[in-house]
């Protein structure tokens, strides 16, 4: 297996797999439902045009269970270790709306479909810091408007963050790990054929192969509490086998 303190540039994608194991529903295990809703109800512009206050109590939901529930797990913080003690460029893309990578001390990271923690404002579309519900009666702190507050969430149909530079980073780097997502969803499910094509080894870390052939040069099948820390820290790994 690649020891990832070989390589100068480093690019991790980690989907919903990675916050399973904190008691984050992943979208695609749960039969097409996301918590009991269909991604049409609650993760599109039209659900929040059509039903602006559903959409709202399903996000004031995954809210709040974050803030209650959730805490990073053994797969957050070895990300974090190693983005600490690696000497190269590391960047962390996350398709996630939690903030456990940020928990668990990640620092160079995108959220490519939004945070959880934050809202948008429909009038001036600044991005603000938001741990509270949010109603169609909230009144937005920087514009005065009530009702023009929405999550800051990237919804199906809407165009991902920060595209320009994740293309930049993927272009130069030479190890590319795609973690706990289904690659079902793009265009986060071309970063590994972009990642390749620039000269990139690519691995994948995932509970189980994604489609019938992987086409990853290489993967390793199991949690994510197990594998990450396996593959980002072999040290400790060899520490455990030799006890
Ligand atoms: N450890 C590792 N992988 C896991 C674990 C685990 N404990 N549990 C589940 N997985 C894997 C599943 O096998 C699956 O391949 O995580 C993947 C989760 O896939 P999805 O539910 O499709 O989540 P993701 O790929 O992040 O979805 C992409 O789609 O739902 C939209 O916008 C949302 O960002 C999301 C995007």
């Given at each position: 297996m690649l020891n990832p303190y070989d390589f100068n540039s480093v690019v991790v994608l980690t989907g919903a797999g990675i916050s399973a194991e904190s008691g984050l529903k992943t979208f695609r295990d749960s039969g097409g439902l996301w918590e009991g809703h269909s991604i049409e109800e609650v993760a599109t512009p039209n659900a929040f045009n059509r039903n602006p206050d559903l959409v709202h109590t399903f996000y004031n939901l995954r809210r709040k269970q974050l803030l209650d529930e959730a805490a990073p797990n053994t797969a957050h913080m070895a990300l974090a270790d190693f983005e600490k003690n690696f000497e190269g460029n590391f960047t962390l893309i996350t398709q996630n709306v939690d903030n456990l990578h940020?928990?668990?001390?990640?620092?160079?990271?995108?959220?490519?479909?939004?945070?959880?923690?934050?809202?948008?404002?429909l009038e001036c579309r600044q991005s603000i810091d938001w741990d509270q519900k949010l109603e169609t009666s909230t009144v937005s702190p920087c514009c005065n408007i009530k009702g023009s507050l929405r999550p800051d969430i990237v919804w199906f149909g809407e165009i991902p963050m920060h595209m320009k530079q994740i293309e930049q980073i993927l272009e130069q780097c030479d190890l590319f790990v795609s973690i706990g997502t289904s690659g079902q969803v793009y265009p986060a499910a071309g970063f590994m054929q972009?990642?390749?094509?620039?000269?990139?080894?690519?691995?994948?870390?995932?509970?189980?192969?994604?489609?019938?052939?992987?086409?990853f040069d290489h993967a390793i099948y199991g949690p994510a509490t197990k594998i990450v820390r396996q593959f980002f820290d072999p040290a400790s790994e060899e520490k455990v086998n030799q006890q």
């Amino acid at each position: 297996m690649l020891n990832p303190y070989d390589f100068n540039s480093v690019v991790v994608l980690t989907g919903a797999g990675i916050s399973a194991e904190s008691g984050l529903k992943t979208f695609r295990d749960s039969g097409g439902l996301w918590e009991g809703h269909s991604i049409e109800e609650v993760a599109t512009p039209n659900a929040f045009n059509r039903n602006p206050d559903l959409v709202h109590t399903f996000y004031n939901l995954r809210r709040k269970q974050l803030l209650d529930e959730a805490a990073p797990n053994t797969a957050h913080m070895a990300l974090a270790d190693f983005e600490k003690n690696f000497e190269g460029n590391f960047t962390l893309i996350t398709q996630n709306v939690d903030n456990l990578h940020e928990q668990a001390g990640s620092q160079n990271i995108f959220h490519m479909h939004g945070e959880l923690l934050k809202a948008r404002c429909l009038e001036c579309r600044q991005s603000i810091d938001w741990d509270q519900k949010l109603e169609t009666s909230t009144v937005s702190p920087c514009c005065n408007i009530k009702g023009s507050l929405r999550p800051d969430i990237v919804w199906f149909g809407e165009i991902p963050m920060h595209m320009k530079q994740i293309e930049q980073i993927l272009e130069q780097c030479d190890l590319f790990v795609s973690i706990g997502t289904s690659g079902q969803v793009y265009p986060a499910a071309g970063f590994m054929q972009m990642a390749s094509f620039a000269g990139a080894k690519t691995v994948e870390l995932n509970l189980e192969a994604c489609g019938r052939y992987s086409r990853f040069d290489h993967a390793i099948y199991g949690p994510a509490t197990k594998i990450v820390r396996q593959f980002f820290d072999p040290a400790s790994e060899e520490k455990v086998n030799q006890q």
